[in-house]
């Protein structure tokens, strides 16, 4: 059973991957919240699944009326989730299908525990924040939890920018490109670019040259609250990526700046969750785990 004073009592199921195992995942899940008594939400932009009692909603619906959002898949589809319902403050709890899952924690063998167990309140909150980017005097703030890349769009061509930490000059430099990451994306692309693992809780942004054309290029760690402004410095083609999604032309002269986002993604952990027992089970930290008893 389910306490009655559990903080969920409209649960959304939600992935962006077409398969037969996230829908039969899916499908479980609906069956654990139908038991016990929650309400259920389907949104629309889940177009691979039908669910048993024929109704979806809107995305925007969902997220106004979900009190969590359980994703399946891996960290791509948390990602897609996070921008759709996460950015407004829905939590989030991931159901791993993919290889590494930093974000999503909950195996499928586990997934009827982990829900009645959360669903009773026993589970970890954590907050992770968002990036957001704006170019030149646009209105419009584009969102990123993992890292914002500026980039150049051929393969193996140097662009040249000009960095800025509020407003203070850093570095000119040539590379294939640059990454700010937060925290959650240090084990995302800044990983697989020999950028530092930063803790979840460190209160951090990464910059991290791509290929710099220099021998003593080094990653940058800043405050959250930095201000960050690149200047793109050399006519060609270049431009600027969001967890890898969203795509944005430069051009010569483009300033592009970068800061922490006022909205905060929501992350709903078992209450077993580590974050050094994940990067040992996904990056092959150690050799043993010791003995607690131990001294």
């Known amino acids: 059973m389910v306490t009655k004073k559990t903080k969920f009592k409209k649960v959304a199921i ?6 037969k195992k996230v829908n039969h995942i899916a499908y479980q899940i609906e069956e654990i919240l139908e038991n016990l008594n929650i309400d259920i939400l389907i949104p629309k932009s889940f177009n691979s699944y039908k669910t048993s009692f024929g109704k979806s909603y809107s995305d925007s619906y969902v997220s106004k009326n979900a009190d969590l959002v359980i994703a399946i898949g891996g960290d791509g589809t948390l990602l897609s989730s996070a921008r759709k319902f996460g950015y407004v403050g829905v939590p989030i709890l991931g159901v791993n299908l993919g290889t590494l899952g930093f974000l999503t924690d909950v195996p499928p063998e586990e997934l009827t525990h982990s829900i009645h167990n959360i669903l009773n309140n026993k589970h970890e909150k954590e907050d ?4 957001e980017s704006r170019v030149n005097n646009e209105k419009t703030k584009n969102k990123a939890l993992n890292e914002i890349v500026i980039h150049s769009r051929k393969v ?11 407003q203070d000059f850093v570095y000119r430099q040539k590379a294939d490109g640059i990454i700010v990451a937060s925290p959650t994306g240090s084990t995302a692309y800044s990983l697989s670019a020999n950028g530092p693992i930063i803790h979840p809780s ?9 290929f710099p054309h220099s021998l003593n290029s080094r990653p940058l760690i800043v405050d959250e609250n930095a201000h960050i402004q690149i200047r793109i410095c050399k006519r060609g083609s270049s431009s600027m990526s969001l967890d890898s999604h969203l795509i944005h032309s430069l ?7 970068i800061s922490k986002a006022d909205s905060k993604l929501t992350l709903i952990h078992p209450l ?13 930290w150690s050799l043993g785990i010791p003995n607690k008893k131990q001294t």
Do not use: T
Request: with cysteine; aromatic share 16%.
């Open 14 to 19: 939600y992935s962006s991957l077409e398969a």
């Open 128 to 131: 992770r924040f968002f990036l």
């Open 156 to 166: 193996a061509q140097l662009i040249e920018y000009e960095l800025f930490i509020d």
């Open 202 to 210: 460190a209160k951090a942004i990464c910059l991290l040259p791509m």
């Open 251 to 257: 051009q010569y002269g483009d300033v592009i700046n």
């Open 272 to 284: 077993e969750h580590d974050f050094y027992s994940s990067c040992r089970n996904k990056l092959g």
